[in-house]
């Protein structure tokens, strides 16, 4: 068994931070790209960053300069920090990680997401 368990989301101000943290544990054999989903009241989920193992990444444009994605890969844990946060980015977070089970081969796990709130 695989679990992703996301910590770190709550309230903040407009122009405020938050860092969130997502720990994957379970039987896994090898740990691939993780990366950071987000889904906003009646939107679809969208990608917010993504990590390789070797560290390259990527962001959505609307978080490009304010967000900054980084993994462990020695406790398989992946974070993300936000910063410059706007009520924009109110959204429950998800944890996305692509995972090699010795049985079961390669698959993606999600976590069971947290919830960002932005105020004005």
């Known amino acids: 068994q695989v679990q992703l368990v996301e910590s770190g989301g709550g309230l903040v101000q407009a122009g405020g931070s938050l860092t969130l943290s997502c720990a994957a544990s379970g039987s896994i054999f090898r740990l691939d790209a993780m990366g950071w989903y987000r889904q906003a009241p009646g939107k679809q989920r969208e990608l917010v960053a993504t990590i390789t193992t070797g560290g390259t990444f990527n962001y959505a444009d609307s978080v490009k300069g304010r967000f900054t994605i980084s993994r462990d890969n020695a406790n398989n844990t992946v974070y993300l920090q936000m910063n410059s946060l706007k009520p924009e980015d109110t959204a429950v977070y998800y944890c996305?990680?692509?995972?090699?089970?010795?049985?079961?081969?390669?698959?993606?796990?999600w976590g069971k997401g947290t919830l960002v709130t932005v105020s004005i």
């Open positions: 996305n990680a692509f995972i090699t089970r010795r049985i079961l081969g390669r698959m993606d796990y």
